[in-house]
Antibody
């Protein structure tokens, strides 16, 4: 059974930094591209970042480029999102998501999101 | 960036009714379109990918259709557990973009 478990959320002041983690299990982690998708309170879904299976290719939304960095540790089945220079508008539930499809194409890039974690709440406020 | 627009924003429906949700892309996404269901306090759930392929475990009452810029999610007979918000998402290009969602509520 695929499981994605986010951690690292919390209350942080504007301008601060936070690192989210996602522990993955139930599948061969390196065979799949992974993503972060966020949802502000009462709002819709917003794609944040993608990383391919090897970690060599990354994409970030324009709203977070230069502030957020997605990474992964395939030896530990972990996905990360380093968030710097946080703003009030970054307040959201951050979901870790596993890309769909099957190997080998599933490792190249995330397309649709087949599995989701339960989410980590990040609140940016003074 | 490909904009995704869903209609309507809210749909009031009685159980057992047929429901049709629409999603329009600002540029062609070919068949690179997914649909998700989200219930309050829960993570989204993948329903449809490739515009028309049901994800594993999704009931047959859910079906997707369309291509290029116009897509539809149909629920043939709405069940009580189907009251939720539904999102479409394109994965033709980066940035990946979602529609604003359609809330299906009890009439």
């Amino acid at each position: 059974e695929v499981q994605l478990l986010e951690s690292g959320g919390g209350l942080i002041q504007p301008g601060g930094s936070l690192r989210l983690s996602c522990a993955a299990s139930g599948f061969t982690f390196s065979d799949y591209a992974m993503s972060w998708v966020r949802q502000a309170p009462g709002k819709g879904l917003e794609w944040v970042s993608d990383i391919n299976g090897s970690g060599g290719s990354r994409y970030h939304a324009e709203s977070v480029t230069g502030r957020f960095t997605i990474s992964r540790d395939n030896s530990k089945n972990m996905l990360f999102l380093q968030m710097n220079s946080l703003r009030a508008e970054d307040t959201a539930v951050y979901y870790c998501a596993k890309g769909g499809g099957s190997p080998p194409s599933s490792a190249w890039y995330a397309e649709y999101y087949q599995h989701w974690g339960q989410g980590a709440l990040v609140i940016v406020s003074s | 960036e490909i904009g995704m627009t869903q209609s309507p924003d809210t749909l009031s429906v009685s159980p057992g009714e047929r429901v049709t949700l629409s999603c329009r892309a600002s540029h062609s996404v070919s068949g690179n379109l997914g649909w998700y269901q989200q219930k309050p306090g829960q993570a989204p759930r993948l329903l449809i990918y490739g515009a028309s392929t049901r994800a594993t475990g999704v009931p047959a009452r859910f079906s997707g259709s369309g291509s290029e810029t116009d897509f539809t999610l149909t629920i043939s007979s709405l069940q009580s557990e189907d009251f939720a918000v539904y999102y479409c998402q394109q994965y033709k290009n980066w940035p990946r973009t979602f529609g604003q969602g359609t809330k299906v509520e009890i009439k």
